[in-house]
């Protein structure tokens, strides 16, 4: 079983500036194979200009992965996943391979498109709506941040979470330590990162059988 992640950015013909667009997706993209390289398969390329693809080991990272993804596409994306066999070769050119995995994560993002929603999940495993649900809520508190708010957050959460993080971000932002806590209360990021715990129980129970 292999764990395919294809990926499209929301009402990309609208994008005023397109080609910091593709910038920030290129870098993103490169951010993603760096930083995850253990976990991924096959790297995540850009297709089609304005999508992406990529095939990982483990349900666990996706996580990491999308918050990567949000941190510096700045601007919103479709993910559709999923987990099956392939019927090629593994190759690291993405574009290369094709399978029952390639098919139900592009099923799952034109699902995606269609239903509005953040993320759709055809996998293996168990309570695969539940944990679909899950992301969902999840993501929609994240993009509902402004660009404050976002970039606030974010630089807490890559500084480890704790009163030292805050002391740096209420640095960094030339605001108190006060101010610092509310932006992570008005964000809800408590919420997060108890649906992220969830989330991470939940996808580490992954089926042993075979549903394909």
Same mark, same amino acid.
């Given at each position: 079983? &292999? !764990?395919?992640?294809?990926?499209?950015? %929301?009402?990309?013909?609208?994008?005023?500036?397109?080609?910091?667009?593709?910038?920030?997706?290129?870098?993103? $993209?490169?951010?993603?194979?760096?930083?995850?390289?253990? =976990?991924?398969?096959?790297?995540?390329?850009?297709?089609?200009?304005?999508?992406?693809?990529?095939?990982?080991?483990?349900?666990?990272? !996706? #996580?990491?992965? =999308?918050?990567?993804?949000?941190?510096?596409?700045?601007?919103?994306? &479709?993910?559709?996943?999923?987990?099956?066999? !392939?019927?090629?070769?593994?190759?690291?050119?993405?574009?290369? $391979?094709?399978?029952?995995?390639?098919?139900?994560?592009?099923?799952?993002?034109?699902?995606?498109?269609?239903?509005?929603? +953040?993320?759709?999940?055809?996998?293996?495993?168990?309570?695969?709506?539940?944990?679909?649900?899950?992301?969902?809520?999840?993501?929609? $508190?994240? +993009?509902? +941040?402004?660009?404050?708010?976002?970039? #606030? #957050?974010?630089?807490?959460?890559?500084?480890?979470?704790?009163?030292?993080? $805050?002391?740096?971000?209420?640095?960094?932002?030339?605001?108190?330590?006060?101010?610092? &806590?509310?932006?992570?209360?008005?964000?809800?990021?408590?919420? #997060?990162? =108890?649906?992220? %715990?969830?989330?991470?129980?939940?996808?580490?129970?992954?089926?042993?059988?075979?549903?394909?």
């Amino acid at each position: 079983m &292999y !764990i395919v992640i294809t990926g499209d950015l %929301k009402s990309s013909k609208k994008i005023g500036n397109r080609s910091l667009s593709q910038d920030n997706l290129k870098k993103a $993209i490169h951010e993603v194979n760096s930083n995850f390289d253990e =976990y991924i398969v096959s790297d995540f390329r850009v297709i089609g200009g304005d999508g992406f693809q990529g095939m990982i080991s483990t349900y666990n990272i !996706i #996580i990491d992965i =999308y918050f990567s993804l949000f941190q510096t596409i700045n601007h919103p994306f &479709y993910l559709g996943i999923g987990t099956g066999p !392939i019927s090629t070769p593994l190759s690291n050119y993405v574009q290369e $391979i094709d399978g029952k995995a390639f098919h139900l994560s592009s099923e799952a993002l034109n699902t995606a498109k269609k239903k509005n929603r +953040w993320v759709v999940l055809r996998s293996n495993l168990r309570n695969n709506d539940l944990i679909e649900c899950i992301f969902n809520f999840t993501y929609d $508190i994240m +993009w509902s +941040w402004t660009d404050r708010r976002k970039e #606030i #957050i974010l630089f807490y959460r890559n500084h480890n979470e704790n009163t030292v993080a $805050i002391k740096k971000a209420a640095c960094e932002f030339g605001i108190g330590n006060r101010s610092i &806590y509310k932006t992570l209360e008005a964000g809800k990021y408590s919420m #997060i990162k =108890y649906g992220e %715990k969830v989330l991470e129980n939940e996808l580490s129970r992954n089926d042993n059988h075979d549903p394909f």
